[in-house]
C-alpha cells in the first residue's frame, strides 16, 4: 500500500528517527462482504489446505467467522520503513486471493491511500516434528523441522531453525558427535525439545513461560551460555574469544575479590554504608554478602575496599549472580538432578508394552513420540514421573542403562 504523493510525515524525519504509526483503520460492512464472496476461493476454507492457522496471529477471515457478530476489526497502519512511502495494514493478514476493492482510512493529512500491491498468503511446510531427533535428524538427514514463513506464523527464533540444523550437522562432521541446546541453556533448545517430545497441531510459539528454567535464560548472561559451544562449532572468531575470555576472567576475579573484602563494624566504610542501611552493621561482613542487600547496588561497595572492575558489564553481572544466587542455586540443583536422565538413552526399539505397571495409555503415549531420552519421556504429558521410575528399572533389568550418563565428552573438550 502506498500514498500518492510524499508524506509530510517523512519530510522532516532523518535517519535517525523512527516513523509514527499513521492511523488506525477498520473494516466495514463492504469488507465483510468481500469477504465472504471470497471464502470459496481460500485455501483453508476450500479444503486446499488442511491445518490450523497460528493461534495468536488469525487471518482475517478466521476473525470474521469466528466472531460474526462483531461488526469491523481494527487495523494498525504502519510504515514500512525510514525512507519509505509504503505502508502496511497491519492485522488483516489472510488467504483469500487478491480481491479488487477500495481501501479507506483516517490519515493524519487526510489523503486515502492506494493500494500498492497485494500481499501474499504464507503456508508453512514442515516435517512431523516427532519424526525428529534432537539434532534434527531423521534417518541421517538433518534438516529444520519448520521451515520458515511470515513472522506472523512462525517467532522470529524459529526463523533460525534452518541455521542450528547447519551448525549441528557441521559439529557431526568435525566432531563425530551431535549437539543440540539443551533447555537450561537456550530458548531455541526449549522450542526444538517441544516439538520432537510433543509435537504440535498447530505453528507453535515460543513463550517464556515455555521454559521452566527462565532465570537462567536471560539476555545479559547468553554469552556465558553459549560462546563456548560457539567456539566448537567454529561461530565465534578468534578476536571475540579474547573478549568473552576477557570478560570471563574480570566476573571470577571480582567475585573471588568481593568474597574476601571485609568490612568491619564501626569503621569509615561502615559508616559510608550507614545511610542505605536500615540498620547499622552489628558483625563484618563481605562485600559479597551486602551486595545481595536489595537496599545496596555494585557501585555503593565496589570501592570500598580494593578497586573495581573497569569493565561495566562483567560488573552488571557479578551484581546479578550476588542479588538471584539463591534462586540460580535451587535451579542448578533442579537441573543437577535432572541432567541424570537427560543423558539416560531409550533405546530405540524398546517394546512399551514389555515394560511391567505402565497403564495402556502411556504405552501409547510413548510408542508414538518414542523419546530418545528417560528426560524427553517425562516431559510427555500424561506420562508420570512413576511412569519414568519404571522405564529407569526396566533399563536396569534389561542391562540397557548406559554406564556413564555423564553429559558428551565432545562438549568438554579443550577450546582452542
Known sequence: MGETSPSPLYACLTAAEHPEQLAAGYTNEHTHEIIRGGLDRSPLYSGVIEGVGPRYCPSIEDRFTGLPTRHH????????????????????????????????????????PTLHGPGMPSNTIFSRPRDLSASLETKKLFQACILPGKSTVLPAMGRRLPGVAGRIRRRWRCVGSSWCPRRDEAYIGV???????????????????????????????????????????????????????????????ETARLATSWVHPNTPEAQTLAAKLKSPLGREYSLAELLKRPELEYADLAGLVGEPTPDPQAAEQVEIQAKYAGYIDRQQEDIARLRRNE???????????????????VRQKL????????ARAGRIPGVTAAAVALLLIYLKKRGALASDTSPDPANRRQLA
Not at 510408542?367 to 528417560?374: N, V
Open 191 to 253: 522450542l526444538v525439545d517441544d516439538l520432537i517430545t510433543m509435537g504440535t497441531l498447530e505453528p507453535y510459539r515460543m513463550f517464556t513461560s515455555r521454559a521452566e528454567y527462565r532465570l537462567l535464560l536471560r539476555e545479559d548472561n547468553a554469552d556465558l551460555r553459549l560462546t563456548e559451544q560457539g567456539r566448537v562449532l567454529g561461530l565465534v572468531d578468534d578476536a571475540r574469544w579474547a573478549r568473552f575470555a576477557a570478560k570471563r576472567e574480570a566476573i571470577e576475579r
Open 343 to 361: 543423558h539416560t538413552p531409550l533405546p530405540v526399539d524398546l517394546d512399551y508394552a514389555a515394560v511391567d505397571g505402565l497403564s495402556n495409555e
Open 367 to 374: 510408542s508414538a513420540a518414542r523419546p530418545d531420552t528417560l
Open 73 to 112: 476489526t481494527r487495523s494498525f497502519i504502519e510504515p514500512e520503513g525510514l525512507s519509505t512511502r509504503e505502508l502496511y495494514p497491519n492485522g488483516i493478514s489472510s488467504n483469500l486471493p487478491s480481491i479488487s476493492g477500495r481501501w479507506s482510512a483516517r490519515s493524519r493529512d487526510s489523503r486515502t
